[in-house]
């Protein structure tokens, strides 16, 4: 008995460790999925900005932590990128566009330098709770309109990391679908049985999502092209996936 209780103990003393941004999103909620299924124990945190579906958000990523048994959920609450605005996101009177598929232009909702904000946030919840990475849900398809979505941020980020924790300190930067798209993303999701129902993407509204901003409309055509019905509802429910050659 004592035999088993100090193995048991040292198995959990050397569990890899990992902090998950989960924003409640399906793309955060598929990054702890991987990083569940990569075998880290999940130390969740979710970041309240001001933005404008933030009530929902966290209910969803609340949700997500629950379903993937996080070790711990880190809510926190900050104002200061709402407060400097320049974000549909964040700002009411700015009107989030509708979406535009084929645009290179950066869309309204950027919010500027938010990924470094909250990778330094996360990092810090890395360093103290002795985890070895912190995983974000970016994606190819991301940093065509989001510069801080780059696999060169996130490089250029791990190297700040390292650099500005203690010297034992070792985290990685993982962005497991930064090549991937949005399909390849709703793939892996249905492969790994991530609860879609519990996710949240819609930029304009708590309930039901829009179905007509940028976000909504990258996930819907994710989900038609891959066969698969969204299971939350839409307000509307356009087809997408032809825009890209789906089916």
């Known amino acids: 008995m004592t035999e088993t209780t100090t193995d048991s103990a040292t198995d959990e003393s050397t569990a890899k460790r990992a902090v998950v941004l989960l924003s409640g999103g399906m793309d955060s909620a598929t990054a702890a999925a991987e990083a569940r299924e990569r075998g880290y124990e999940i130390y969740a945190l979710h970041t309240s900005y001001g933005q404008r579906t933030e009530d929902r958000e966290l209910e969803c990523a609340r949700r997500l932590a629950d379903e993937f048994d996080a070790a711990d959920f880190l809510q926190i609450e900050t104002g200061h990128l709402s407060a400097i605005g320049a974000s549909s996101l964040t700002d009411d009177e700015m009107a989030v566009d509708d979406a535009d598929l084929e645009s290179d232009e950066i869309p309204s909702s950027y919010v500027p330098f938010r990924n470094a904000n909250l990778l ?49 300190t070792e985290i990685s930067i993982e962005a497991p679908f930064v090549d991937d798209s949005k399909t390849d993303i709703a793939e892996r999701g249905v492969e790994l049985e991530v609860p879609y129902e519990h996710t949240w993407s819609c930029y304009r509204g708590n309930e039901p999502a829009c179905g007509t901003c940028d976000s909504c409309a990258f996930r819907l055509q994710a989900f038609q092209t891959i066969g698969v019905r969204d299971p939350i509802e839409y307000a509307e429910r356009p087809s997408y996936a032809d825009e890209t050659g789906g089916q």
């Open 120 to 168: 330094s946030m996360a990092v810090s919840a890395a360093e103290a709770n002795d985890c070895e990475a912190v995983f974000i849900g970016a994606h190819s398809e991301d940093f065509s309109g989001y510069p801080d979505c780059r696999p060169e941020f996130f490089e250029a980020f791990e190297a700040v990391v390292d650099v500005g924790t203690k010297p034992e």
